[in-house]
C-alpha cells in the first residue's frame, strides 16, 4: 500500500525540486554458498513519497536502522531503487544510466557520514575537491588549483594546506573537505547523511552553522539526514519521521516540537537529552517496549503496533495507516493521532502494566 502525502499551503502551485513516489529499495538475502537461494529481501525503503521544495532545509529522522541513509542512496542513485520513480524538477531519473546521470550530478550531490571513509587516503586534498572539475570540464585545467583553494577558503581551509593528505586533517576538516567536493558543481540540492554524527559535539556546531551559510550563499537546498533530533531542530524547515522504512509523519519543525502527532515522533522527542539537571528530572520519559522488528519480516499493518502504547487491535494489526493531513503542512501516518503528547505518556503507563490491549483511543 503506497502512503500519500499533500505540499504545504506555503508550496501548492509551486513544482517540487525533488519528488520521490512509491519508491523501495528491497536488498535480497540470500542461503547458500555455490548454489545461492533467495529466502527473502530487507525491506529498507518500502513505499516512500517526499517531495522536497527549492531552497528549504528538509530533515529526515529516525534512529539507526530505519533506512534514512538508504533513501539517500537511492535518490543520488548510488543505489538503484527496486520500485518507484524518482524526479528532480519535474525530470524523472529513475532508469538513468551512467552516462545519462552525468548532466544530473551537476545539480545533486551528498554529503557523506564518515569523513574518515569518504575521502580516498592516496589522493591529495586538492585532488578530492578537484576532481568534480576534471571529471565534468567546467573549469580549465590551468585555472583548476585555484578555483579548488577558493573553495577550501570557502569552507574553513587553509588554501597552503593544498598538498596535504587526508590523515593530516582532524575529522572536522575532512567533513569540510567533504562539504567543499559537494560544493564544487555549484549544485542546487545537496544531500546530507548525517554529516555531523562522527564529530565532536563542539565540531558539530562548527559544520552546521557552515551548512547553513552556504545555503543562504549558493541558493542550496538540502535533505537533512540524522538521527538527532537537536541537531536537525536547527536546520530543518520540514522534518520528515521515518520508522522501519517508511514516513510516519511530516511537518514543519516547529509543529513536529510543539505537538507531535505520531506516537513514535512523541517517543523520539521524549528521548532527547536535556542539559538543565531539574529540567531532566521533572520530564517523563516515554519508555517503549520491546525491540525494533526486522526489516526482513516486518509486521503487518502498522509497523510501529508491535510498540506502541495506543495500539489498538484488530485495525493497528491488519490495516496499514495512510499518510493524512491533520493541519496545515501536517500529515501522520496513524489510526489514532495524539490530541497531546501527554496523552502517550498516560497510554505508555497503563501498556505497561498490563499485556491486553487498550480502550480505543478517540481519533483527532
Known sequence: ?????????????????????????????????????????????????????????????????????????????????????????????????????????????????????????????????????????????????????????????????????????????????????????????????????????????????LIEDLQTEFNLTYLFIAHDLSVVRHVSDRIVVMYLGKIAEIAPQADVYRDPKHPYTATLLSAVPIPDPELAKARRRIILQGDVPSPINPPSGCRFNPRCPRAQFPICATEEPLLREVGPGHTVACHFPLADAGDLIEDSRRRAGSDSPLPTPPAV
Open 1 to 209: 500500500m503506497t502512503t500519500t502525502s499533500q505540499p504545504s499551503t506555503q508550496h501548492v502551485g509551486v513544482r517540487p525540486l525533488l519528488k520521490v513516489s512509491a519508491v523501495r529499495k528491497y536488498f535480497p538475502v540470500t542461503r547458500g554458498i555455490v548454489f545461492q537461494k533467495r529466502v527473502g529481501d530487507v525491506q529498507a525503503v518500502d513505499d516512500v513519497d517526499l517531495e522536497v521544495y527549492p531552497g528549504e532545509t528538509v530533515g529526515l529522522v529516525g534512529e539507526t536502522g530505519c533506512g534514512k541513509s538508504t533513501l539517500a542512496r537511492v535518490i543520488t542513485k548510488l543505489h538503484e531503487a527496486t520500485a518507484g520513480t524518482l524526479e528532480f524538477d519535474g525530470e524523472d531519473y529513475t532508469h538513468y544510466s551512467r552516462k545519462q546521470m552525468r548532466p544530473l550530478r551537476r545539480q545533486m550531490q551528498i554529503i557523506f557520514q564518515d569523513p574518515y571513509a569518504s575521502l580516498n587516503p592516496r589522493k591529495t586534498v586538492g585532488s578530492i575537491i578537484g576532481d568534480p572539475f576534471r571529471i565534468h570540464r567546467i573549469v580549465a585545467k590551468d585555472r583548476i588549483k585555484g578555483s579548488v583553494q577558493e573553495l577550501m577558503e570557502r569552507v574553513g581551509l587553509s588554501p597552503e594546506h593544498y598538498n596535504r593528505y587526508p590523515h593530516e586533517f582532524s575529522g572536522g576538516q575532512r567533513q569540510r573537505v567533504g562539504v567543499a567536493r559537494a560544493l564544487a558543481l555549484t549544485p542546487r540540492l545537496i544531500v546530507c547523511d548525517e554529516p555531523v554524527s562522527a564529530l565532536d559535539v563542539s565540531i558539530q556546531a562548527q559544520i552546521l552553522n
